[in-house]
């Protein structure tokens, strides 16, 4: 039972968008009241993402034909061409599966809290609060190094257009990390006093993801000398020494994985979506299928342009290659990766956004250290600004790493798609778990119906797959610096968790099922200054005490 709360009128807690009547309110606002009041949470963020910023939001963070030219080099040493084509549409079918599991549960609790909220609320009630916590912990801690994970290639991308004119030239390291800062630095307006600005730029970055492709694309296939057929389509390669081909495929998909990773970062802006039960779950949907078909067209003429595979697997940057390669002019070449430096220096605001939501929410439900003043909404920005500055002192941390040992900090970047890929596991399991036992659903606007159970079984099989090959490393011969060393650092952070569980989160995290409609003490609901009791039953947009 939760403790009893300060009392509070409705007339001194409750507001709505427009100050009027139930009756007033627009069917999506009604819906969203409707799901914030079985989650028992106050409205705090203003709603003003729509169907295609959300989509720009979830498409621009993942970028993945822009990442199918940066990141595909352990696909093509282990498959070749042809082994990574082959890779990308079975990553593509498998991963479908997980990410519509995903959104049917982003429709039956639309909250930032995403993947430990739902471990909270599906799991079986004696291990709801330690494996929320958890999965709540590595989420968080995963989505940290997104953004140093993009800056990365950001810097690689202006030092390749300064080598386009002047071979050989490389940043000192020192020159790389202020770089790194800088950019991270420049997406922060957006994120806090421009905040209302940011669905209407990320309409605008959709529209530009979208053009930089047809633009790369066709410049690609227009000027490039072109790989045979054979080649591309034929040859599977196994360049990392494995046993057999089929195991170098397996290898090979991790890279494929990375590409496509991130469609759920919609989730985490849930609270800031209209009518967000139904908008999140197709965002994430479309712009996974619209993400990924322009991933295989870009995949398919990168195998065309790039060369032969020996340069483009020896090639610092295998874009580089494509590039050089398919326009012979470095003016030209330095306009099509200025596209792509554009295209993620947009994506960096959605990273801090994500991160710093996902840090929000677990921090509202008494996760982290200093949850309370980590949870303050400002009232001046309307965002959790606090969230913010400790995301951004985080990654700027992270991207000091990068002055002492590049390796270390590859390493840490590293555990992105891993840990959330874990979440995802448990969170779906969870979901399977409640759906053997009989349990009773919450209502999905967007369902997979009949389905729901086969395909969770398949996202589990599937994702389960993945995170054990994505502790291996490229080739069979390894030393310091070619070792995957994920595993350890996923290790350091559960190790962590764990103590943090022992010290304090079992003693005050209840796990956001204790605040779920018919498990909540009566008329409480939580806002980000504590648990408040509302007279009348009414929890319509909660207004707390904001900084």
Same mark, same amino acid.
Not at 407 to 429: C, H, Q, R
Not at 503 to 532: F, M
């Given at each position: 039972?939760?403790?009893?709360?300060?009392?509070?009128?409705?007339? @001194?807690?409750?507001?709505?968008?427009? *100050?009027?009547?139930?009756?007033?309110?627009?069917?999506? !606002?009604?819906?969203?009241?409707?799901?914030?009041?079985?989650?028992?949470?106050?409205? @705090?963020?203003?709603?003003?993402?729509?169907?295609?910023?959300?989509?720009?939001?979830?498409?621009?963070?993942?970028?993945?034909?822009?990442?199918?030219?940066?990141?595909?080099?352990?696909?093509?040493?282990?498959?070749?061409?042809?082994?990574?084509?082959? !890779?990308?549409?079975?990553?593509?079918?498998?991963?479908?599966?997980?990410?519509?599991?995903?959104?049917?549960?982003?429709?039956?609790?639309?909250?930032?809290?995403?993947?430990?909220?739902?471990?909270?609320?599906?799991?079986?009630?004696?291990?709801?609060?330690?494996? $929320?916590?958890?999965?709540?912990?590595?989420?968080?801690?995963?989505?940290?190094?997104?953004?140093?994970?993009?800056?990365?290639?950001?810097?690689?991308?202006?030092?390749?257009?300064?080598?386009?004119?002047?071979?050989?030239? @490389?940043?000192?390291?020192?020159?790389?990390?202020?770089?790194?800062?800088?950019?991270?630095?420049?997406?922060?307006?957006?994120?806090?006093?421009?905040?209302?600005?940011?669905?209407?730029?990320?309409?605008?970055?959709?529209?530009?993801?979208?053009?930089?492709?047809?633009?790369?694309?066709?410049?690609?296939?227009?000027?490039?000398?072109?790989?045979?057929?054979?080649?591309?389509?034929?040859?599977?390669?196994?360049?990392?020494?494995?046993?057999?081909?089929?195991?170098?495929?397996?290898?090979?998909?991790?890279?494929?994985?990375?590409?496509?990773?991130?469609?759920?970062?919609?989730?985490?802006?849930?609270?800031?979506?209209?009518?967000?039960?139904?908008?999140?779950?197709?965002?994430?949907?479309?712009?996974?299928?619209?993400?990924?078909?322009?991933?295989?067209?870009?995949?398919?003429?990168?195998?065309?342009?790039?060369?032969?595979?020996?340069?483009?697997?020896?090639?610092?940057?295998?874009?580089?290659?494509?590039?050089?390669?398919?326009?012979?002019?470095?003016?030209?070449?330095?306009?099509?990766?200025?596209?792509?430096?554009?295209?993620?220096?947009?994506?960096?605001?959605?990273?801090?956004?994500?991160?710093?939501?996902?840090?929000?929410?677990?921090?509202? *439900?008494?996760?982290?250290?200093?949850?309370?003043?980590?949870?303050?909404?400002?009232?001046?920005?309307?965002?959790?600004?606090?969230?913010?500055?400790?995301?951004?002192?985080?990654?700027?941390?992270?991207?000091?790493?990068?002055?002492?040992?590049?390796?270390?900090?590859?390493?840490?970047?590293?555990? $992105?798609?891993?840990?959330?890929?874990?979440?995802?596991?448990?969170?779906?399991?969870?979901?399977?778990?409640?759906?053997?036992?009989?349990?009773?659903?919450?209502?999905?606007?967007?369902?997979?119906?009949?389905?729901?159970?086969?395909?969770?079984?398949?996202?589990?099989?599937?994702? $389960?797959?993945?995170?054990?090959?994505?502790?291996?490393?490229?080739?069979?011969?390894? *030393?310091?610096?070619?070792?995957?060393?994920?595993?350890?650092?996923?290790?350091?952070?559960?190790?962590?968790?764990?103590?943090?569980?022992?010290?304090?989160?079992?003693?005050?995290?209840?796990?956001?099922?204790?605040?779920?409609?018919?498990?909540?003490?009566?008329?409480?609901?939580?806002?980000?200054?504590?648990?408040?009791?509302?007279?009348?039953?009414?929890?319509?947009?909660?207004? $707390?005490?904001?900084?």
């Amino acid at each position: 039972m939760i403790p009893e709360k300060p009392t509070l009128s409705t007339s @001194e807690t409750i507001t709505t968008t427009h *100050d009027a009547s139930p009756n007033d309110l627009s069917a999506s !606002q009604s819906n969203d009241q409707t799901a914030m009041a079985r989650l028992g949470k106050a409205q @705090e963020l203003h709603r003003n993402f729509r169907t295609l910023a959300t989509i720009g939001f979830s498409s621009v963070f993942s970028c993945t034909w822009e990442y199918t030219l940066l990141s595909t080099s352990t696909s093509l040493i282990n498959g070749g061409f042809s082994g990574a084509i082959y !890779q990308y549409l079975w990553v593509f079918a498998g991963y479908l599966t997980v990410i519509v599991s995903l959104a049917e549960m982003a429709s039956m609790a639309p909250t930032a809290g995403g993947q430990y909220h739902w471990v909270s609320e599906f799991a079986p009630q004696r291990w709801q609060r330690f494996l $929320s916590y958890l999965a709540g912990w590595t989420c968080t801690v995963a989505w940290q190094p997104a953004l140093p994970g993009g800056l990365y290639p950001e810097v690689t991308m202006v030092q390749s257009m300064r080598s386009y004119f002047s071979e050989g030239f @490389e940043f000192q390291p020192w020159q790389a990390t202020l770089l790194m800062i800088a950019l991270a630095f420049a997406a922060v307006p957006l994120n806090t006093i421009w905040r209302r600005f940011l669905p209407m730029f990320e309409s605008l970055s959709l529209v530009v993801h979208f053009v930089g492709f047809v633009v790369v694309l066709v410049t690609l296939c227009a000027t490039a000398p072109k790989n045979s057929a054979e080649a591309v389509f034929r040859d599977v390669e196994n360049n990392g020494g494995w046993n057999s081909t089929g195991l170098a495929m397996m290898v090979g998909q991790v890279g494929i994985l990375y590409t496509m990773a991130g469609a759920d970062s919609a989730v985490h802006m849930a609270e800031e979506v209209d009518d967000a039960a139904v908008t999140v779950p197709r965002a994430m949907v479309w712009s996974f299928v619209l993400n990924t078909l322009m991933g295989f067209g870009m995949m398919i003429a990168m195998c065309f342009c790039i060369g032969s595979l020996e340069d483009a697997i020896n090639a610092d940057e295998p874009f580089v290659n494509a590039f050089l390669n398919g326009t012979g002019s470095p003016a030209a070449a330095t306009g099509l990766t200025f596209i792509l430096l554009l295209i993620l220096g947009c994506s960096n605001v959605t990273c801090i956004a994500t991160e710093s939501r996902q840090m929000w929410a677990f921090a509202r *439900d008494n996760g982290m250290p200093f949850s309370r003043w980590i949870a303050k909404v400002s009232r001046r920005f309307q965002v959790p600004l606090n969230a913010i500055w400790i995301t951004m002192a985080v990654n700027i941390v992270l991207c000091l790493i990068n002055l002492g040992s590049n390796l270390a900090f590859n390493i840490i970047i590293g555990i $992105s798609v891993v840990g959330t890929t874990a979440t995802y596991i448990i969170s779906i399991a969870c979901l399977l778990s409640a759906r053997f036992r009989g349990d009773e659903l919450p209502p999905a606007r967007w369902s997979l119906g009949r389905f729901g159970a086969p395909i969770n079984i398949f996202a589990i099989g599937f994702a $389960s797959m993945m995170l054990i090959f994505s502790f291996f490393p490229v080739s069979v011969s390894v *030393d310091s610096s070619t070792m995957n060393w994920t595993i350890v650092v996923i290790g350091a952070v559960l190790g962590f968790a764990l103590v943090c569980y022992a010290i304090q989160g079992r003693k005050i995290y209840k796990g956001p099922v204790a605040y779920i409609e018919g498990k909540r003490a009566h008329g409480v609901i939580q806002t980000t200054e504590g648990d408040v009791t509302v007279e009348d039953g009414c929890l319509s947009e909660a207004k $707390s005490t904001l900084t």
